[in-house]
């Protein structure tokens, strides 16, 4: 991975073939958008929008050709995300503008992809139907009643997907921020995902908004996820920090990362536990308590020279 980096830092052309390489298959696209937003932290804005548009083209004939727009709003909401990073040098914006990102994705896919939400929502049906037949037949042995599976709407899909392509957008542009650290500030990535933080207030309107959402039924439910994401972020952030204060390895941080992808109950917790550092500062409290993690500041990550977005021209000239 390291070494896909640093071919797209050796020159402009070097980025397009790659990005488009990945952009050719869906398994491999989020590396590609990670390559882009790449481009743009380290060289720039202008040369960001060059690869932007360049590497845009095959991916916009592989949504006409397939009908699938994945790719395309994934490459979208990670530049959009690339550019809000590269104006703020601060992860906790582009954490907030992911709601903004799946958002639009979801209103996107029910302007522009109604057949796909047709044809998606048509395949839950089918394999629910056909769960909902063996659950019967079981059920019947045991002279039990079987549960009913409701089928998800094209409103409640747009919602999932657009909540995952705003999720996916982040990732990528944690990967080529950490890809960007590690070539240019080692370590600088890890200082900096530590302090990631949402503001109380923000915390709050989030938290709000997702609950006035969900209450409005399953569909809402399904778009109310979308603002969970930052809150899911600064709780993954919080949990290293406080791992880093404590000296920790990585086996915990594993079985939690593992445990929140299993049990939808972690989730809640997680979010939970963002809350209660929005009134409780836990990271004032640690750093109160001395220990290895006791860091002065975040300019290792976020300010001049933190991960090498202070010098857009300095890599200009490698083409």
């Known amino acids: 991975m390291h070494g896909l980096a640093r071919i797209a830092m050796n020159g402009r052309f070097r980025a397009?073939?790659?990005?488009?390489?990945?952009?050719?298959?869906?398994?491999?696209?989020?590396?590609?958008?990670a390559i882009v937003a790449l481009v743009t932290l380290r060289k720039g804005v202008q040369e960001g929008i060059w690869l932007l548009l360049w590497a845009g083209l095959p991916v916009l004939i592989l949504t006409r050709v397939t009908g699938d727009g994945s790719s395309l709003a994934l490459l979208l909401g990670t530049s959009l995300l690339a550019l809000v990073l590269r104006e703020t040098v601060s992860l906790s914006l582009p954490a907030l503008s992911s709601v903004g990102v799946a958002l639009l994705t979801g209103f996107g896919l029910l302007l522009f992809g109604q057949s796909l939400l047709v044809d998606l929502a048509a395949l839950f049906e089918q394999f629910f139907a056909s769960l909902q037949a063996q659950a019967q037949t079981q059920a019947q042995g045991l002279g039990t009643q079987a549960l009913t599976l409701a089928v998800p709407s094209t409103v409640q899909l747009a919602g999932l997907m657009g909540t995952t392509n705003g999720a996916m957008c982040f990732l990528c542009i944690a990967l080529a921020r950490y890809w960007q650290a590690s070539l240019f500030n080692p370590g600088g990535f890890g200082s900096e995902f530590r302090e990631l933080r949402i503001s109380r207030t923000m915390v709050f309107v989030l938290l709000l908004a997702g609950l006035a959402v969900a209450s409005s039924g399953l569909a809402g439910r399904a778009w109310a996820t979308a603002a969970l994401i930052p809150l899911t972020i600064a709780g993954f952030a919080l949990l290293h920090a406080r791992a880093h204060q404590r000296s920790q390895g990585s086996f915990g941080l594993s079985l939690i990362y593992a445990t929140w992808v299993v049990f939808d109950a972690v989730k809640l917790v997680l979010v939970g536990f963002v809350v209660a550092d929005a009134l409780l500062d836990f990271?004032?409290?640690?750093?109160?308590?001395?220990?290895?993690?006791?860091?002065?500041g975040t300019g290792e990550g976020t300010g001049e020279g933190g991960n090498g977005a202070e010098d857009p021209e300095r890599d200009d000239d490698s083409r």
């Open 16 to 33: 397009l073939l790659l990005s488009v390489a990945c952009f050719g298959s869906l398994l491999f696209a989020w590396i590609g958008a």
């Open 283 to 296: 990271r004032s409290r640690w750093a109160g308590r001395g220990g290895p993690g006791n860091e002065q």
